[in-house]
């Protein structure tokens, strides 16, 4: 039986939203008259799903909305919404809300849409917990820009979720890791000369975009693996260019290097993550993010 979380701050409203949900078989219910109480009671009952009205004292729905959204990601939060309500809850939907029921239609959707949310919800914590199982992922990547921004999007998003590191630094973990992959992608594969970019932005990338087409630039592929610990991220980018000599590259922290091109992924790689070494032969970076116990 889900738990759902009626807040509103009438009474009358209470009861409606409330029984139409405690009459299913499926359903039992809470209520709190404003957000404040809401948040009291959501960390003494973790409820499935809240559903909550927006124009209320002390702490509207928006707010509400945002504070679950940060506090309990996992849980779905529904508005009631109401003629003049329009703009606060796109608002709140833009901020996390997961759906929305007028209260026009409540008796005639209300029970569908809690459904239809908590499977959704469902589906979303089972995802999260099948890839907490994984310890270790693998990814063979086309030259394909595409993926790069797809795996980048995926890693930062599994990091955080694993308490490895916060939102902030999940973007900056999110950074550091597209910036590895772009140097293995057009330095490595397709061994495009940083120094093109100091003489001209876009002949760097005409000569990528040919080489992307042509062999043996073409065949290329990037591996990378992804190791979770309970104290750590390890993340490995091999591609398959030539490689190159890691004691050669300038030190990007010096003065003279921070207005070019060239250097700028290493240093954002160096600043972002605790941890960045090459192979010997250069075509291989590992980079590492350890735990912020203040994010656990």
Excluded: W
Excluded at 58 to 80: A, Q
Excluded at 87 to 108: E, F, M, N, T
């Amino acid at each position: 039986m889900a738990l759902v979380l009626v807040v509103d701050d009438l009474h009358s409203e209470r009861l409606i939203a409330g029984g139409l949900l405690s009459s299913q078989a499926d359903f039992s219910v809470e209520t709190a008259e404003n957000g404040v109480v809401a948040l009291e009671k959501i960390k003494s009952l973790n409820p499935d799903l809240v559903l909550t009205d927006l124009r209320m004292p002390e702490m509207d729905g928006l707010k509400l909305v945002k504070c679950i959204r940060e506090d309990f990601p996992l849980i779905p939060t529904i508005l009631m919404t109401s003629k003049g309500n329009e703009d606060i809850a796109v608002a709140a939907l833009h901020a996390g809300a997961a759906s929305y029921v007028p209260k026009k239609r409540l008796a005639d959707e209300l029970a569908t849409i809690v459904r239809r949310t908590l499977a959704s919800a469902r589906k979303a914590r089972f995802h999260l917990r099948l890839m907490q199982c994984a310890k270790e992922m693998k990814f063979v990547l086309e030259n394909d820009l595409g993926l790069i921004s797809a795996l980048v999007a995926h890693m930062s998003q599994d990091t955080e979720q694993r308490g490895i590191c916060d939102q902030r630094d999940a973007v900056r973990v999110a950074t550091a890791l597209d910036e590895a992959l772009l140097n293995a992608y057009f330095h490595g594969n397709l061994e495009v000369d940083s120094s093109l970019k100091e003489e001209s932005n876009n002949r760097f990338y005409e000569v990528a975009a040919a080489r992307q087409k042509s062999q043996p630039y073409s065949d290329r592929c990037i591996r990378f693996t992804a190791k979770f610990s309970t104290s750590d991220a390890t993340f490995v980018i091999k591609d398959d260019g030539p490689g190159f000599n890691s004691d050669d590259l300038p030190d990007p922290t010096k003065p003279e290097y921070l207005e070019r091109s060239s250097g700028r992924g290493l240093l954002l790689m160096k600043t972002f993550m605790d941890q960045v070494e090459f192979n010997e032969k250069g075509n291989e970076v590992t980079l590492i993010k350890r735990r912020n116990t203040a994010a656990s």
